[in-house]
């Protein structure tokens, strides 16, 4: 049973450009939560989603950063317009249902932005 | 507001020794903690978790102890091996308007020295 994947591993990015992170859950999850974390830092709650539906998105910053679920397919965190503080590593993390107990976190991806 | 702190950024063991790891939480409402741990380049992996009405759990060469009047959490590990240094992070479990999410601390940086 594969965990949880997400891709890149590492990105680079100039600033203006867009990032997309994707995020494949555990098999048969379908609960996913997006973190930033920051160097030297703990990680910060982004958004909750379920498939086609946003749950919470309240650390979600309002502008230029976006989540889906959908149906078919991983769940993607967009980023447009990236700017120099959005460096940092972006976890994703599954759960079986909504559950704080059965959080699996992905491998992550690093966002630098140059 | 919402926050997860820890006590000391840094500690260094000596292998074969115990350490302790400490957490402070300040929602009142968090009903689970959980202790993650980071090694570099990795996602979070779970080591163990505490509901809040335990006080104690144990787990393979980890408890965690849970003090509720205080507001405190800690993470011992017995017996440290070199496998043990990661960035350990504390995380609760809240409830916000019937969605939940995880609040994570900063993070203790554990080193074993030879």
């Known amino acids: 049973n594969a965990g949880v994947m997400q891709n890149p591993r590492h990105l680079v990015r100039r600033r203006g450009q867009e990032a997309r992170l994707r995020c494949s859950p555990m098999k048969g999850h379908s609960h996913v939560y997006w973190y930033r974390q920051l160097p030297e830092e703990g990680l910060k709650f982004m958004v909750y989603?379920?498939?086609?539906?946003?749950?919470?998105e309240s650390g979600m910053p309002k502008e230029r950063f976006s989540a889906e679920f959908p149906k078919e397919g991983p769940s993607i965190l967009r980023i447009q317009q990236v700017v120099r503080g959005d460096s940092a590593a972006y976890f994703c993390a599954s759960s079986r249902r909504e559950s704080a107990y059965e959080q699996y976190f992905g491998p992550g991806t690093r966002l630098t932005v140059t | 507001g919402e926050s997860v702190g820890l006590h000391l950024p840094t500690l260094s063991v000596q292998e074969g020794d115990n350490s302790i790891i400490n957490c402070a939480y300040s929602?009142?409402?968090?009903?689970?903690f959980i202790w993650y741990k980071q090694e570099s380049g990795k996602g979070p992996q779970f080591i163990i978790d505490i509901r809040s009405n335990m006080d104690k759990r144990q787990g393979q060469r980890v408890t965690v102890l849970l003090n509720k009047t205080v507001k405190h959490l800690s993470l011992q590990i017995a017996a440290t091996q070199p496998g043990d240094s990661a960035v350990y992070f504390c995380a609760e479990n809240i409830r916000i308007q019937g969605a939940q999410k995880l609040v994570f601390g900063q993070g203790t940086r554990l080193t074993i020295n030879p």
């Open positions: 929602n009142s409402a968090s009903d689970y």
């Open positions: 989603l379920q498939k086609e539906n946003i749950i919470d």
